[in-house]
């Protein structure tokens, strides 16, 4: 029976591939060497298709007489008229080296290579290339091919025994539909997808291809057609040549300063229309190289889009290397033209051309006029009142837009069957043929995804709706569904239990029962319960936090209240570093205090752009004093500090217990935030504005028997910017003042974000590397200031060797003023991106214009810091 169904299959495959029509061939130089990853396009029906590694191709085409045009970097484009008839046809192209004619050119005196007006030109229209279509479609083939091309010996034997073959050539494929309209809308529909010894169900294998090099940034990188790209780059003409009629330029592109976010290699510009025909350029990213290849055609009159792209990424982590490439093919191209634009528009590079006379509409940025002018039959306009006409007419488009802020907007969505489709569909819908190694890997990896799929899908609805209690979960934890929107997880005692000097071991429990209607109303509430076995006490609080509206407008309410353990300094030591130094280095750092409370606080969010909040705290607070000494080593002539801390402005002892009744108001803002939308979501660009912020707190004594009594009024902001091409910097500020004669408790001053432990803190800005945790702060007035340079090159990095392996150097100064911290400065210096995980930082500080303390840090990479 097995074999019947398997013959009817086979039977099945060559009727369909006999029925087919088209044309199929190789690709090779006149030398017989195959040509991987062609462009065979035609231009009449809008399709096209890419060879694959071994040359070979295939395109199905409707009956019919069809210009067919194959194109491969560095080599002259053929042209071939070909009739299809009920059958393919075999068309195989031998491709000849592309001759340059190289003008001699002699610079010499002010004369400059001719390539920078090429440059000037192009640059001042790529505005008008990303505008010069109102919307398209496109269908895009892409195709992931991964491989591991080094393992280090420690590993080697590890795989051997997992049963990992790293030799093994891994696949991804998919189809997708997408459309594009200005300004920024973009949405993709995945078709269909497949993969060898992976899951790829949820991947988005085309989002490498939604940038364009019409755009200042690519990814990250400058492109060398952005305004800024004289900054970035050098260039240097290489020659021309004919194609279809067209001359077109070859541009050498090398970066002045060679590393991450620059390109280096060869644009080739099309003479007079000034657009993009093919490139080929390098960069790389965090020490990773990329290569990008493109292939334009036109679609469309003057419109010309990519047709081939292709992407390869190479790299290696602690000696494991690998490297994997991309091949996007574009086809069925449906383009609508902007007709207010017109591609005869004549630029004039006024630095060495005469300039000819100035559009009034343009200068006056008249738009409508300015546009109906500069594109009449042969109208010359000087390039740089074009770059204004354009950066007018964009600016006008966004003006228009209901969200103006709105950078892009991207829809994406995977058809329910996309992974469902069988070898029967790919056959027939695969425009590029696979290799025999490609094929051995979908037959080796077909019955084994399989099952892991199946598998994956059990543990995801597991995950998804909950699993049954088994007592192993009291210690590792586990998720529940209690109804049908009811959820609750527990995470288990282990990561829960910790160690400090007043509670000694000490046990936290929690769980957190989280309930949600849909996605604007949600409700979770948190018990925990702690004890510890040192002090001998039992504590217990219950949090809960309602929110509703929209994620960007939305409303929060938290209630919380009962008897816990609270740090002087809140969130200043995690208790998991706490209870490691405690035992392992006798070095206790955090100090606690008991809190009897009831607190409530609504914050109430303004399409991210403003965060009004709002809150008010009963409590009555208690000392608390160390009850053990122990630790893992007995470290001579060291003991564990007084629980109580020690600060410059309160007198050495304890404090009574008091009664406290605390309001505070609050208010972020980030006037000109931007936004991206996915899926309908609205996601901000945090570092698009700066971050301002005002807060005032009080304590209202008399009101619920409160002893404290004191007004807290703070400023503060956030930015980042760059410092020219070279650099960019964080900064973060913060100044405060308590007014008239303040009386509160330590617990109620300003304290800082101090650091005596090994680590350097996540952010870069926000903390402090030496200062301690409690000696400054303060129940006066202060400022805090955090500022972190990070260079393109400094010192080691000015070796591009170092430059390309991801290694960043960066610069640090932290400065804090209070009545007694005497001026206190931190200035330090970093390495930064170390195996691209680690940060090592060298820290001095200074008061009073001396030298006090030097000091190593160690961290996690600043770009897992950021926010």
């Known amino acids: 029976m097995h074999k019947l169904i398997l013959t009817t299959v086979i039977s099945l495959c060559i009727a369909s591939s006999a029925l087919g029509q088209g044309i199929r061939g190789t690709i090779k130089t006149d030398e017989g060497e195959t040509l991987p990853f062609a462009s065979i396009y035609v231009k009449r029906v809008g399709t096209g298709t890419s060879s694959n590694l071994d040359g070979f191709y295939e395109l199905r085409l409707p009956a019919g007489t069809y210009e067919v045009v194959f194109q491969y970097m560095g080599y002259a484009t053929k042209v071939s008229t070909v009739t299809i008839g009920s059958n393919f046809e075999t068309i195989n192209v031998s491709m000849s080296p592309q001759v340059i004619n190289l003008t001699t050119v002699t610079v010499t005196g002010k ?37 591991v091309t080094k393992v280090p010996w420690i590993l080697r034997r590890q795989f051997e025994k997992e049963g990992i073959d790293t030799s093994q050539v891994y696949t991804s494929e998919s189809v997708s539909e997408i459309y594009f309209e200005r300004p920024n809308t973009f949405k993709e529909k995945v078709i269909s997808v497949r993969a060898s010894g992976q899951d790829n169900d949820n991947a988005n294998p085309n989002a490498y291809i939604n940038s ?400 009004v909040s709002a809150s008010a705290e009963w409590a009555s607070r208690s000392e608390l004093f160390n009850n053990t000494t122990y630790s893992f080593f007995d470290r001579e002539g060291r003991d564990f500090r007084s629980n109580l801390p020690l600060n410059n402005e309160v007198f050495p002892g304890g404090f009574q217990d008091s009664k406290a009744f605390i309001t505070n108001i609050a208010i972020r803002t980030q006037p000109w935030i931007k936004f991206r939308k996915f899926n309908g979501r609205l996601i901000p660009i945090r570092d698009a504005s700066p971050e301002f912020r005002l807060r005032y707190r009080k304590g209202w004594e008399g009101t619920f028997g409160s002893e404290v009594d004191f007004d807290h009024l703070e400023l503060g902001m956030k930015a980042e910017f760059d410092l020219g091409v070279r650099a960019k910097i964080d900064f973060d500020a913060t100044a405060g003042k308590f007014f008239g004669d303040p009386d509160l408790l330590f617990m109620d001053f300003k304290h800082f974000q101090g650091n005596r432990l090994s680590f350097a803190p996540l952010k870069v800005v926000g903390g402090y590397r030496l200062l301690d945790y409690y000696q400054y702060s303060t129940a006066q007035e202060y400022a805090s200031i955090f500022s972190h340079i990070r260079f393109r090159k400094l010192f080691f990095t000015q070796l591009p060797m170092l430059r390309y392996s991801g290694i960043k150097e960066n610069l640090f100064v932290n400065y804090l003023t209070t009545p007694t911290s005497d001026d206190y400065i931190e200035v330090g210096y970093t390495i930064d991106n170390i195996f691209r995980i680690f940060r090592l930082e060298f820290v001095q500080s200074f008061q009073g214009g001396k030298a006090r303390e030097f000091g190593v840090r160690i961290g996690v990479a600043s770009i897992f810091g950021d926010d």
Do not use: C
């Open 111 to 147: 004369s400059e290579d001719p390539s920078y007006t090429i440059m000037r030109k192009a640059i001042a229209k790529a505005k008008y290339h990303l505008v010069q279509y109102d919307n398209y479609s496109a269908e895009v083939y892409m195709k992931g091919t991964g491989e």
């Open 212 to 611: 364009s090099f019409y755009q200042p940034e690519v990814v990250g990188a400058v492109s060398p057609l952005s305004p800024r790209a004289f900054s970035y780059y050098k260039f240097e003409y290489q020659g021309s040549f004919m194609e279809r009629g067209f001359e077109i330029n070859k541009i050498k592109v090398t970066p002045r300063s060679k590393g991450d976010d620059v390109f280096e290699g060869e644009i080739y510009i099309r003479e007079d229309f000034w657009n993009i025909h093919s490139l080929d350029v390098r960069t790389s990213l965090m020490g990773f190289k990329v290569r990008v290849q493109q292939i334009f055609a036109p679609i469309q009159d003057e419109i010309w889009m990519p047709v081939t792209q292709q992407f390869e990424f190479s790299g290696s982590i602690f000696g494991l290397a690998g490297k994997f490439s991309y091949l996007a093919s574009v086809s069925n191209y449906k383009v609508t033209k902007n007709e207010e634009l017109d591609a005869s528009v004549i630029l004039v590079d006024e630095k060495i051309e005469a300039a000819p006379e100035e559009i009034e509409s343009i200068k006056s940025k008249n738009v409508e006029e300015g546009v109906k002018e500069v594109f009449k039959e042969d109208k010359q306009v000087s390039r740089k009142q074009f770059r204004k006409l354009m950066r007018e007419y964009e600016k006008q488009e966004k003006e228009e837009q209901e969200e103006r802020n709105l950078v892009s907007d991207y829809s994406y969505r995977v058809d329910s069957l996309a992974a469902k489709k069988d070898s029967i569909y790919w056959a027939t819908r695969r425009p590029v043929p696979l290799t025999d190694k490609e094929i051995r890997g979908y037959q080796r990896d077909d019955s084994t995804y399989v099952a892991e799929k199946e598998q994956a899908e059990a543990d995801s609805s597991r995950l998804k709706n909950g699993e049954r209690f088994k007592m192993t979960d009291l210690i590792g934890g586990g998720y529940y569904k209690l109804g049908e929107r009811l959820r609750f997880h527990y995470p288990g005692f282990i990561s829960n239990f910790g160690y400090n000097t007043v509670e000694g071991w000490n046990l936290d429990l929690t769980g957190n029962f989280h309930w949600r209607n849909d996605t604007t109303t949600r409700l979770r509430i948190v018990p925990f319960i702690r004890y510890g076995f040192a002090s001998e006490r039992f504590y217990g609080k219950l949090e809960t936090v309602f929110g509703i509206g929209k994620r960007e407008q939305r409303n929060t309410f938290r209630v919380s209240g009962g008897k816990y353990i609270a740090q002087f300094n809140p969130g200043s030591i995690d208790p998991f570093i706490n209870t490691a130094y405690s035992l392992l280095a006798k070095k206790n750092y955090m100090r606690i205090y008991e809190k009897t409370y009831a607190r409530a606080s609504f914050a109430r969010r303004f399409k991210y752009r403003h965060v």
